[in-house]
C-alpha cells in the first residue's frame, strides 16, 4: 500500500505547497488544461470539431509522443528523487497479479460508463470526434490513445499520489483534488460526466492498495482504441474484451473484500 511505512518509507518529505505545485505543473505540461478548455468549448457550443489536414495530424501525433516522453522520463526522475525502486510500482504487465489489477480497472472502467449512461436517461453520448475516416486519422487515434493511458494515469494518478502522500496529504483529501482533476477534461459529457468520478476514484483506491501503474496504464490505452473510426469489428472486439475482463475484475473485487473470517496461519513450533 501507498504509505510511509510502505513504499513511501524512504521518501523526503515534500511541503504541501511544493506537492500542489508538482502537481498543478503537470496537469499544464501534459496538455490537459487545454483539454478542459476545449471540453467546456464543447459543451457550451462554441469548438466544434472538424477533420484535421493531414499536416496537423502528423503535427499533432508527434505532440502526442512528446507528451509520452515527457511522462515517462517525469516518472523515472521522480521515482528516483523519491527513492522508489521502481519494480514496487512498475511490475511486470504478464503476472497473474497485474491481470488482476488489470481487470479491476476494467470493472471501474464499466462502473464509470455505465453511471455515465444512466444519469443521461437514454439520450446519445459520444466522445466528439470529427467524420474522418482516413487511415492517417485513425493512427492518430491509435496514438493518442497511447498518450492519454500513459500521460493521464503518470501524470495525473501516480505521480501526483506519490507527491501528495509524500506531503503528507490525507487520502481524502488526494482523492477529492484528483478526481476533480480527472472529471475536469472529461465536461465535455456535460452533467453525465460525473458518472465518471466513480471511474477516478475506483483507479485511485485500485492504486493506492496495489501500487501498480502498468496494467492502470494498459487498461486505458485498450479502452481508448475502441474510439478510432477503424470501422465496425475493432471497436467491438475492443469493448468485447474490458467486458469480459470487467466480469473477471468484479470477480477479484469480491474475493479481495469477502468478510468471511480466514483461518489464521498457525505458528511454527521446534
Known amino acids: 500500500m501507498i504509505s510511509h511505512d510502505g513504499i513511501l518509507s524512504n521518501a523526503p518529505q515534500i511541503a504541501p505547497l511544493s506537492a500542489y505545485a508538482l502537481t498543478i505543473g503537470l496537469f ?3 496538455g490537459h488544461a487545454t483539454g478542459v478548455f476545449n471540453a467546456i468549448g464543447y459543451l457550451g457550443g462554441w469548438i466544434h470539431v472538424h477533420p484535421d489536414p493531414p499536416a496537423i495530424l502528423v503535427q499533432g501525433m508527434i505532440r502526442q509522443s512528446g507528451y509520452i516522453a515527457l511522462a515517462v522520463i517525469v516518472f523515472t526522475l521522480a521515482l528516483h528523487v523519491l527513492r522508489i ?3 514496487n510500482i512498475a511490475q511486470p504487465v504478464l503476472t497473474k497479479r497485474s491481470w488482476k489489477v488489470f481487470a479491476v480497472a476494467c470493472l471501474a ?8 449512461a444512466i444519469i443521461s436517461g437514454g439520450n446519445n453520448i459520444v466522445f466528439p470526434q470529427p467524420d474522418d475516416h482516413s487511415a492517417l486519422y485513425s493512427l492518430s487515434n491509435v496514438v493518442d490513445a497511447f498518450r492519454a493511458g500513459i500521460t493521464e494515469e503518470i501524470c495525473l494518478l501516480a505521480l501526483p499520489v506519490l507527491f501528495l502522500r509524500a506531503a503528507r496529504r490525507p487520502w481524502a ?5 484528483l478526481t476533480v482533476i480527472r472529471w475536469s477534461f472529461h465536461a465535455y459529457y456535460g452533467i453525465p460526466s460525473l458518472g465518471l468520478m466513480i471511474w477516478a476514484v475506483a483507479v485511485l483506491l485500485l492504486f493506492r492498495y496495489t501500487c501498480s501503474i502498468l496494467p492502470i496504464i494498459a487498461e486505458h490505452v485498450l479502452f481508448d482504441l475502441k474510439f478510432p473510426a477503424m470501422g465496425d469489428v475493432i471497436p467491438i472486439v475492443m469493448a468485447s474484451l474490458i467486458a469480459a ?4 475484475g468484479l470477480i477479484v473485487a469480491v474475493n479481495a473484500i469477502d468478510p468471511s ?3 489464521k496461519r498457525q505458528n511454527a513450533t521446534t
Open 245 to 248: 475482463a470487467a466480469v473477471y
Open 28 to 30: 499544464l505540461a501534459t
Open 173 to 177: 483529501e488526494v482523492i477529492i483534488v
Open 261 to 263: 473470517p480466514k483461518p
Open 109 to 116: 472502467t464499466f462502473l464509470g460508463f455505465g453511471a455515465l
Open 85 to 87: 525502486p521502481r519494480s
